[in-house]
Every structure is written in structure tokens, then in C-alpha cells.
């Protein structure tokens, strides 16, 4: 199993009790479709090794996992702290209107309401209130906010993400600042 090929799906963050038990934290906004994982991969010396679980037991916002062969909490410390991985090949099914942040690197981005293409995707920021998209829009880096109230359209056929951008948004990025302009040009009606 190649790291390239899984996502991060949470980590062990402290021992349960003295009998070998961990909590698994699950870094995801619905846990219920992970709540039946049997095995998970653990980064160890650069390469992921499998490690199979044999009860998992939601605890407050987290999870008690119970992993074979780790009998005793000296054995449940040695894996704290250790991010835990799955094939990508099991994440949900996404519809229409969500996506995953790995998989829209390099899409194409487009304005939902004007149809104009904005440039590809190279990154998805992911610290602040909302996820964010970074754009090379020849070469100007533009940076598009997803608040949770805007409207997005996902072609994964086509590997386009349409999204909808506040009037103005992209002139601040691509003016330089020294031509005078008026509102209209940048704010159309």
C-alpha cells in the first residue's frame, strides 16, 4: 500500500484504560461511514503497515479501538500520536454539490454564474473558517473562499468545478493597481 494511494482518515491519540485500547480521532465531518473499518494503515519507517481492528466503540466525539496484538498500554502508547490511513478507494461517494480537497487539484475552476473559466485548481487551503481554493489564473494567483452558502457544481467527468465568485473577487487579484477604473468595470450589473 503506497501513502499516494490512501487518504488520512484521523489518528491514535491516547491510550483507553490499561488493557491496550486506543482512541481513534476520525478527522472527518460524518464518521458513519467509517464506524465498520476492520484494518487501517499506520505510516511506519516511510511505508504504511496494517493494522487490524477488532472493536470499534464510539466514545463522546471520538472512537475506542481495540487493535490486534496491542494487549497492554505501553503497546497502545507506542501508536499515539500516529496518523492512520485508508485507500482512497473507500472514501463515500460524493453528488453534485461536494468534493474532496485532494481531488480536485489541477481541475479546472470556473464561474458559476458567468461561465468564465478562472484558471486550475494548485491547492486547496484549508485553514480558517472555510476552505479555500488557490487558482492560477495565467500565472496570478487567485484565491477563491468556499464559505458552506455558496453554490458549487462538480463535473468529475470533465474535471471541472464550478463555483460561485463574489463581484469584484478576481479584479482584485488580476489589477495592478495603477490603471484607474470605474465601479462598472468592476462591479457589472
Same mark, same amino acid.
Given at each position: 500500500?503506497?501513502?499516494?494511494?490512501?487518504?488520512?482518515?484521523?489518528k491514535?491519540t491516547?491510550?483507553?484504560?490499561?488493557?491496550?485500547?486506543?482512541?481513534?480521532?476520525?478527522?472527518v465531518?460524518?464518521?458513519?461511514?467509517?464506524?465498520?473499518?476492520?484494518?487501517?494503515?499506520?505510516?511506519?519507517?516511510?511505508?504504511?503497515?496494517?493494522?487490524?481492528?477488532?472493536?470499534?466503540?464510539?466514545?463522546?466525539?471520538?472512537?475506542?479501538?481495540?487493535?490486534?496484538?496491542?494487549?497492554?498500554?505501553?503497546?497502545?502508547?507506542? $501508536?499515539?500520536?500516529?496518523?492512520?490511513? $485508508?485507500?482512497?478507494?473507500?472514501?463515500?461517494?460524493?453528488?453534485?454539490?461536494?468534493?474532496?480537497?485532494?481531488?480536485? $487539484?489541477?481541475?479546472?475552476?470556473? +464561474?458559476?454564474?458567468?461561465?468564465?473559466?478562472?484558471?486550475?485548481?494548485?491547492?486547496?487551503?484549508?485553514y480558517?473558517?472555510?476552505?479555500?481554493?488557490?487558482?492560477?489564473? +495565467?500565472?496570478v494567483?487567485?484565491? $477563491?473562499?468556499?464559505?458552506?452558502?455558496?453554490?458549487?457544481?462538480?463535473?468529475?467527468?470533465?474535471?471541472?468545478?464550478?463555483?460561485?465568485?463574489?463581484?469584484?473577487?478576481?479584479?482584485?487579484?488580476?489589477?495592478?493597481?495603477?490603471?484607474?477604473? +470605474? +465601479?462598472?468595470?468592476?462591479?457589472?450589473?
Amino acid at each position: 500500500m503506497n501513502i499516494k494511494d490512501c487518504f488520512q482518515l484521523g489518528k491514535f491519540t491516547r491510550p483507553f484504560r490499561y488493557f491496550g485500547e486506543v482512541i481513534l480521532w476520525m478527522d472527518v465531518d460524518d464518521s458513519s461511514p467509517y464506524k465498520g473499518i476492520k484494518i487501517v494503515w499506520v505510516e511506519e519507517k516511510k511505508s504504511l503497515v496494517p493494522y487490524m481492528i477488532n472493536k470499534l466503540t464510539p466514545h463522546k466525539d471520538r472512537f475506542v479501538a481495540k487493535i490486534e496484538g496491542i494487549e497492554s498500554e505501553e503497546a497502545a502508547k507506542a $501508536l499515539c500520536g500516529k496518523d492512520i490511513y $485508508l485507500p482512497i478507494s473507500e472514501l463515500p461517494k460524493l453528488d453534485n454539490k461536494h468534493f474532496y480537497f485532494h481531488e480536485v $487539484l489541477g481541475w479546472t475552476v470556473c +464561474d458559476l454564474k458567468s461561465g468564465d473559466c478562472l484558471g486550475q485548481i494548485t491547492r486547496v487551503l484549508d485553514y480558517g473558517p472555510y476552505p479555500m481554493l488557490e487558482v492560477d489564473n +495565467d500565472g496570478v494567483e487567485v484565491i $477563491l473562499p468556499l464559505p458552506k452558502d455558496f453554490k458549487i457544481l462538480v463535473d468529475r467527468e470533465l474535471r471541472i468545478l464550478k463555483v460561485e465568485v463574489p463581484d469584484g473577487l478576481i479584479y482584485v487579484f488580476t489589477n495592478d493597481g495603477y490603471e484607474e477604473v +470605474d +465601479d462598472e468595470d468592476i462591479f457589472p450589473h
